[in-house]
């Protein structure tokens, strides 16, 4: 089996009472984007939107020669290790996960995270999200017994 292709990580809360002031103070890291529920925020495209749940991110972003462990074991380095911040900051939260963006290139690839790793999660009241994106094109085309589904 292959490693992933290419891949993004991220620690991510988001809330509706989120503060992402207590939040950068409890952990002890600027994160990569925050705002509060009710705030104006401009989008990548330059529109305005209001945030509608509050949000605080630590982006590690994508490489394609980091393993997705070293990413997650990068981002807790910038971060406290002590569990009581780690407890403060994700009660009363709708999101406290670890975000993994999969990209695949092939039908096979994998990776796998370490008891080591996973503790971290857990001590930290963290889900793990995993959002994998094949090229689907190319797997039908490979696959042709496979019926392709039309478009609507």
């Given at each position: ?116 790793t996973l503790r971290k999660i857990s001590e930290r009241n963290l889900e793990i999200d995993f959002d994998i994106y094949s090229p689907t094109d190319t797997w039908y085309a490979e696959n042709k017994e ?7």
């Open positions: 089996m292959a490693d992933i292709s290419r891949s993004t990580v991220s620690i991510r809360f988001l809330g509706s009472k989120l503060n992402p002031e207590k939040i950068t103070q409890l952990l002890g890291c600027e994160p990569s984007s925050a705002a509060k529920t009710g705030e104006k925020i401009i989008k990548r495209n330059g529109q305005e939107r209001i945030v509608k749940r509050g949000f605080w991110f630590l982006d590690y972003g994508e490489s394609d020669n980091v393993l997705i462990e070293e990413k997650v074991d990068l981002l807790f380095g910038k971060l406290t290790d002590n569990l009581e911040s780690w407890q403060e900051v994700t009660k009363n939260l709708d999101v406290a996960d670890v975000f993994c963006g999969l990209f695949i290139d092939n039908w096979n690839e994998g990776f796998t995270l370490s008891p080591a496979v019926e392709i589904p039309e478009e609507s």
